[in-house]
T-cell receptor, first 115, second 115 residues
């Protein structure tokens, strides 16, 4: 079975600085998807970024980018120019390609933005 | 695009009663919908997967007779918590994906409190 591990329960960063959230996963599949979701205090899950395992290029979405290391099974999220609105829980998630599977989530990282 | 709604957002009920939660995809046809449960300060745990027109698939440890799922149309799935008990109090979140899609879009969640 696949597992997703987020080893940082909480991270703090100064506004406008850069922060990196870590995620590792374990799977026997070769083709899968990885996601970062943001959950603000409203508890609405918001997709931040998505990475397809067969793509070597790291995904980017404006200030958000990932460092995907397939061999190491590592998928970190970098947030540049941190803003107060980035404060939230961030969940890393895994899904194998093609199946009607749900997502397997990590335990989450609480990101605090210091003004 | 890809908006998912849930109703109600908040529900309080007495122990022993049943509660129905609706999940709707507003601007796309959702061939698969998922139900997750989230306890305070914890991650999301997949409860079940429902495909339109077929029986739901439940995760290990989830009681099928307690959590009834119906996916009657391509835009609506319902979760009924039967004979609710205080330990069923939680945050229930649905997600949906369209045919061939790998990304799940989440509803805003439903807070259930059983007294």
């Amino acid at each position: 079975a696949q597992t997703v591990t987020q080893s940082q329960p909480e991270m703090s960063v100064q506004e406008a600085e850069t922060v990196t959230l870590s995620c590792t996963y374990d799977t026997s599949e070769s083709d899968y998807y990885l996601f970062w979701y943001k959950q603000p205090p409203s508890r609405q899950m918001i997709l931040v970024i998505r990475q397809e395992a067969y793509k070597q290029q790291n995904a980017t979405e404006n200030r958000f980018s990932v460092n995907f290391q397939k061999a190491a099974k590592s998928f970190s999220l970098k947030i540049s120019d941190s803003q107060l609105g980035d404060a939230a829980m961030y969940f890393c998630a895994y899904k194998r390609r093609g199946g009607a599977d749900g997502l397997t989530f990590g335990k989450g990282t609480h990101l605090i933005i210091q003004p | 695009g890809a908006v998912v709604s849930q109703h109600p957002s908040w529900v309080i009920c007495k122990s022993g009663t049943s509660v129905k939660i609706e999940c709707r995809s507003l601007d796309f046809q959702a061939t698969t919908m998922f139900w997750y449960r989230q306890f305070p300060k914890q991650s999301l745990m997949l409860m079940a997967t429902s495909n339109e027109g077929s029986k739901a698939t439940y995760e290990q440890g989830v009681e099928k007779d307690k959590f009834l799922i119906n996916h009657a149309s391509l835009t609506l799935s319902t979760l009924t918590v039967t004979s609710a008990h205080p330990e069923d109090s939680s945050f229930y979140i649905c997600s949906a994906r369209y045919r061939g899609g790998e990304t799940q879009y989440f509803g805003p969640g439903t807070r259930l409190l059983v007294l």
